[in-house]
């Protein structure tokens, strides 16, 4: 019996190779555009070869990969190999009825597998049916329809793909609802997310528009907030989308905050094959957040720390990991240090970028592909890419490339709605006044930065245009244009003061969240006074041209550069006279904290020191500094100091202290307004000559409150204010408002 299963087995194992034959002659039919050569080679049909059945079989194979042929038969006869086709037809051309914007057919033409002058296969046309949607969809268009049509050229076995398109109407989010446990103010919750509701406003905004893939993202902005703050086990859904009879959808997003968590510990776990002293210095940075609530990014600091250790002492191929433990409501963290695999960068992907050149987002990167993989690296080109502001998130994905010792990196992007518009106005002692303001941060796509700025009084007016391209070198170096006006006129006091200038500067960062500013600016000074004004304003007549340089540094440790919650940032800057008919050297000292008191209450205080002197002469008038309603709210701008006459020429020092804080839960969650209140300090002093009246001794006060409404005309900021000290030549503002918004 085992006699007859072993010859059973061998006569199965050896039936291939007792059939197989060799070819001496082949023949091929049926094909019309696939030549016999590329038949051979693709198939890989030689003469003189034997062929098995399963190699025929390979043959068979071979030739339906090509995607060249729908039918394919094979005969081995004494010999002779018969191949005989039946090819795919061509696609000729596809036609996209229905869209008429050429940078949605070049993306269609981009995404969908049926290509022109490929074969013409059926099976693929369903597939790109979905992904024509699925584009649609990402852009808000969630009704579209796609219907095919095969229109067949005559005897040349060619077609023309047609796809007719019918995008519909935006699908637009007419509300968004909290619902659960949510701890968190709504309006602070529409803040952090990017969708926002479709009101008439908004029109120029792609942010109301309804899209699955963006309200993925929306959950992912809402969870890593509620993680900020502590909340570990957030769990946030969107388990509603129900669509009114006007098309658009509700929307609502499901959360459940739980406990808040502490950090109770921090260690370090080295491998054996590094020096465990190196990393002792790290103690003193975990002291800091132990006892305070849970963040990641506050453990992403910590990383950061690490990384920046490991760079400093050259380790290389360092691979680190997280360990987070709940003990009762805190949480014990464990980071791990190893020795890595020695990989390289086999290629670099960036994905979601529909309107963001892709050269802007590499321009950031620190890492090439080719260079070896290194996780420091990847976090800070990922830091740089966020720091540009065109994107709600940045997210990788590291897979293994062609090789174990090589790997691809997907950088996925999300962009966000990156132009800013906004106009305000102010009610003061002396009339009023007006500002607006319009700035786009993602020029044609390019990352580049263009604003303009207006703003009216009853005696002045002053504009600014602003041009910057962030990476204008191969470092990533910034380059930015100013060219600026300020005219006032006050013939009540005698005089006509013009000022024209353009600037060109540039920032960098030169250490971690340090960075460093060098700059140049030209101007021309115009004053032209009458017989009415003062003996001192006469002096000062005439035009006056200057070209300056200017340098300074900033150290940013905030959490984010808009709304931050916590950390801080300090700068200086130095302007100094290289050209100069009448110079002046001006120094400026500005500090901002910000700390969160409780979930809902973020605490700021602020400083802010300027200081103008002359070289050789008198300060110019308008070199002479002041200080801005933003600064000291409940005085007009510049009307604060000394004066001559009844003008106000501002000082030779500036000097302003702001403290804030946030009461969001003040008034009801329906009302839509959140009331911040403040108190602020400040004066301006020190003139070249004796002025008419000078109270500089006299520090300003002022206090009140700021409510910020979301209004049926738009988010709209109010400020009342009152004096608490004031000279008795200052000017009062009492009321400010501003309204604004994104698009």
């Not at 400083?607 to 103008?612: C, E, G, L, M, T």
Request: avoid cysteine; aromatic fraction near 10%; charged fraction near 25%.
């Amino acid at each position: 019996m085992r006699k007859l299963i072993a010859v059973t087995l061998l006569s199965i194992l050896f039936t291939p190779f007792l059939k197989a034959e060799v070819v001496k002659n082949i023949q091929i039919s049926g094909n019309k555009r696939v030549s016999n050569e590329t038949i051979k080679i693709y198939g890989e049909i030689k003469v003189g070869k034997d062929y098995s059945e399963q190699g025929l079989n390979k043959i068979l194979n071979n030739l339906y990969e090509t995607n060249f042929f729908q039918d394919v038969k094979i005969e081995l006869n004494n010999g002779n190999l018969k191949v005989n086709l039946i090819e795919y037809p061509v696609i000729n051309s596809l036609i996209l009825i229905g869209e008429k914007s050429n940078k949605y057919k070049e993306q269609i033409k981009k995404i969908i597998v049926s290509k022109e002058k490929d074969s013409f296969i059926k099976t693929n046309i369903s597939r790109d049916v979905e992904l024509i949607k699925k584009l649609y969809s990402s852009v808000g268009y969630n009704l579209v329809t796609v219907d095919t049509k095969i229109s067949e050229l005559d005897n040349k076995n060619k077609v023309d793909l047609i796809f007719e398109i019918n995008r519909g109407e935006v699908t637009k989010i007419s509300k968004i609802i909290f619902t659960g446990d949510k701890k968190i103010r709504e309006k602070r919750l529409r803040d952090i997310i990017a969708r926002e509701e479709d009101k008439f406003w908004k029109f120029i905004s792609r942010n109301t528009k309804f899209s699955k893939r963006l309200v993925n993202l929306d959950l992912r902005l809402l969870t890593n907030y509620y993680k900020s703050l502590g909340y570990y086990d957030v769990k946030i859904t969107s388990n509603s989308a129900e669509i009114k009879k006007s098309g658009n959808i509700e929307l609502t997003y499901s959360i459940e905050a739980g406990d808040r968590y502490i950090i109770k510990k921090i260690t370090t776990n080295v491998d054996p094959v590094f020096d465990k002293e190196i990393f002792l210095s790290l103690n003193d940075e975990y002291q800091k957040v132990i006892g305070e609530y849970y963040s990641p990014f506050k453990i992403k600091t910590l990383l950061e720390d690490i990384d920046r250790l490991i760079d400093q002492k050259n380790l290389q191929f360092v691979e680190h990991n997280v360990e987070e433990i709940i003990e009762d409501n805190s949480i014990v963290v464990k980071f791990n240090i190893y020795e890595g695999k020695k990989v390289s960068v086999e290629r670099i992907n960036i994905l979601g970028n529909n309107i963001t050149n892709e050269s802007v987002i590499r321009g950031e990167l620190l890492i090439d592909e080719g260079d070896p993989f290194t996780n420091l690296n990847l976090d800070k080109s990922i830091s740089k890419i966020k720091s540009r502001n065109l994107f709600q998130s940045v997210t990788t994905n590291i897979t293994e490339g062609t090789s174990p010792n090589l790997r691809i990196i997907d950088i996925n992007v999300e962009e966000k709605a990156t132009g800013e518009i906004s106009a305000g106005a102010g009610i003061g002692t002396t009339g009023g006044s007006i500002e607006f303001n319009i700035q786009e941060n993602n020029w044609l796509g390019e990352g580049k930065k263009i604003g303009f700025q207006v703003g009216l009084s009853t005696e002045s007016l002053k504009g600014k245009i602003d041009y910057t391209n962030p990476n204008y070198d191969f470092l990533g170096n910034s380059l930015r244009y100013t060219l600026y006006s300020d005219s006032n006129d006050k013939p009540d006091q005698g005089y006509e003061n013009t000022l024209i200038g353009a600037g060109i500067s540039t920032t960098f960062e030169q250490y971690k969240n340090l960075y460093a500013k060098l700059g140049l600016n030209a101007s021309y000074d115009d004053l032209k006074t009458d017989n009415s004004a003062s003996e001192s304003l006469k002096k000062h007549s005439g035009s006056f041209n200057e070209i300056s340089g200017t340098y300074g540094f900033s150290y940013d440790r905030r959490n984010r550069s808009f709304m931050p919650t916590d950390g801080s940032i300090i700068s200086f800057t130095q302007e100094l006279p290289l050209i100069a008919d009448r110079g002046s050297i001006s120094n400026t000292l500005s500090t901002s904290l910000y700390k969160t008191m409780t979930e809902n209450i973020v605490g700021a205080s602020k400083f802010y020191f300027k200081s103008v002197n002359g070289i050789d002469d008198d300060t110019r008038l308008s070199k002479r500094t002041s200080l801005s309603s933003k600064r000291m709210r409940g005085f007009e701008r510049g009307k604060i100091g000394p004066v001559d006459g009844d003008d106000h020429i501002g000082g030779n020092f500036a000097a302003a202290a702001n403290f804030e804080v946030t009461l969001p839960n003040l008034l009801p969650e329906d009302t839509n307004t959140d009331i911040g209140l403040f108190l602020d300090f400040g004066n301006v002093w020190g003139v070249d000559y004796d002025s008419t009246l000078d109270e500089s001794n006299k520090v300003r006060a002022s206090t009140g409150a700021a409510a910020s409404w979301i209004s049926p005309l738009g988010p709209m900021t109010f400020i009342l204010s009152t004096n608490l000290s004031k000279a008795s030549t200052d000017k009062t503002e009492s009321f400010n408002f501003n309204l604004g918004t994104t698009f």
